[in-house]
């Protein structure tokens, strides 16, 4: 079993700056992909950030320039600064992880997601 908790989200104006953690735990053997996602009230879920074990990152082309997702490999964990914030960011931001558990049983795991709201 593994269990992602997020954390970091809050209210912040436009403009600011915001710094999502998400950590993962449990029997993990090795974690490929950790990706943060987000979805506004009536919009389907989007993916904003995306990182692989080597560190290889993707991003969705609003975010480029103002977001940047990191991680660090030993403690499972993965982040998301978050720069120069506009309202249209405004969304729960969801964590997910794919990898194999210490079984070596893939896996494919979502946080409880945070909300973020850029507002004045």
């Known amino acids: 079993q593994v269990q992602l908790v997020e954390s970091g989200g809050g209210l912040v104006q436009p403009g600011g700056s915001l710094r999502l953690s998400c950590a993962a735990s449990?029997?993990?053997?090795?974690?490929?992909?950790m990706t943060w996602y987000r979805q506004a009230p009536g919009k389907q879920r989007e993916l904003v950030a995306h990182?692989?074990?080597?560190?290889?990152?993707t991003y969705v082309d609003s975010v480029k320039g103002r977001f940047t997702i990191s991680r660090d490999n030993a403690k499972n964990t993965v982040s998301l600064q978050m720069n120069s914030l506009k309202p249209e960011d405004t969304a729960v931001y969801y964590c997910?992880?794919?990898?194999?558990?210490?079984?070596?049983?893939?896996?494919?795991?979502w946080g409880q997601g945070t909300q973020v709201t850029v507002s004045s």
């Open positions: 990182i692989t074990s080597a560190g290889s990152t």
């Open positions: 997910n992880a794919a990898g194999i558990t210490t079984v070596q049983a893939s896996f494919n795991y």
């Open positions: 449990g029997s993990i053997a090795s974690i490929y992909y």
